[in-house]
């Protein structure tokens, strides 16, 4: 059973970076495409970004430029580069493959 644990999550201030991972026990990451989502307080979750098996990958607008995922099967990890950080990035985080989901990992973005 494929069990995903998301960390890297805190505070940054505006500009800044943060790396976060998505790291899966049994998780066939070279296989399938994995996903980064985002929940923001009282909004709906929204993908952030996909990296499929041949590691292409696609990033909602609002992020294009600024993240990245990188993926290291070697360690079976997902990464989220997250640079020029806003305060709208401000949420908690999901890594998700197939039907499985992260627990979550908060990003702040304040000064």
């Known amino acids: 059973q494929v069990q995903l644990v998301e960390s890297g999550g805190g505070l940054a201030e505006p500009g800044g970076s943060l790396q976060l991972s998505c790291t899966g026990a049994g998780s066939p990451f070279s296989l399938h495409a994995t996903g980064w989502y985002r929940q923001a307080p009282g909004d709906r979750r929204e993908r952030v970004g996909v990296?499929?098996?041949?590691?292409?990958?696609n990033y909602a607008e609002s992020v294009k430029g600024r993240f990245t995922i990188p993926r290291d099967n070697a360690k079976q990890t997902v990464y989220l580069q997250m640079n020029k950080l806003r305060p709208d990035d401000t949420a908690v985080y999901y890594c998700?493959?197939?039907?499985?989901w992260g627990q979550g990992t908060q990003v702040t973005v304040s000064s």
């Open positions: 998700a493959l197939l039907s499985t």
């Open positions: 990296i499929n098996r041949d590691d292409v990958t």
